[in-house]
């Protein structure tokens, strides 16, 4: 009986010298929130592209999202959309934007109503009906074309 408590013993030691040696498992940290996007300055700022951002405001880009549905819902005309791409430093294609993009949106008539902006917009508005005109989208490059008149 004296062998069978020690080997009791010896196996219930065992056991627990095993379950102090590991350590508890913790569930991973959240990730990261991502940081936000930088202030829009309120003084009279005037981006590289000559383009007003007084007033700008940010918006997320949603799945189903084009650039000319985002100028369509902001403007209220979907030809309006190289404006937002003239101040996006990561949208290097009209058809390549992604879900969580967060897009500067300048106001538009501010722009409009400054020379110099205007003039910008007229010379980068008629780049990208060219390039809309080599992509096969001539109403789409019509359009551009128009509102640079």
Do not use: W
Request: net charge neutral; glycine share 4%.
């Amino acid at each position: 009986m004296k062998k069978v408590l020690l080997f009791a013993l010896l196996i219930t030691i065992v056991l627990l010298a095993a379950a102090c040696n590991t350590t508890p498992t913790q569930p991973p940290p959240p990730p990261a929130a991502p940081p936000p996007p930088p202030p829009v300055r309120q003084e009279y700022n005037r981006h590289s592209s000559g383009i007003i951002l007084d007033g700008a405001v940010y918006y997320t880009v949603k799945s189903g999202d084009s650039l000319s549905k985002i100028s369509a819902e902001v403007y209220g005309n979907q030809s309006y959309y190289p404006l937002i791409m003239m101040v996006a430093d990561d949208v290097k294609d009209i058809d390549l934007i992604h879900p969580n993009m967060r897009l500067l949106i300048p106001v538009l008539n501010t722009n409009l109503e400054d020379p110099q902006a205007k003039d910008s917009i007229n010379r980068y508005f008629n780049e990208i009906a060219q390039l809309e005109e080599r992509r096969g989208r001539r109403t789409m490059a019509a359009n551009i074309r128009d509102l640079t008149r």
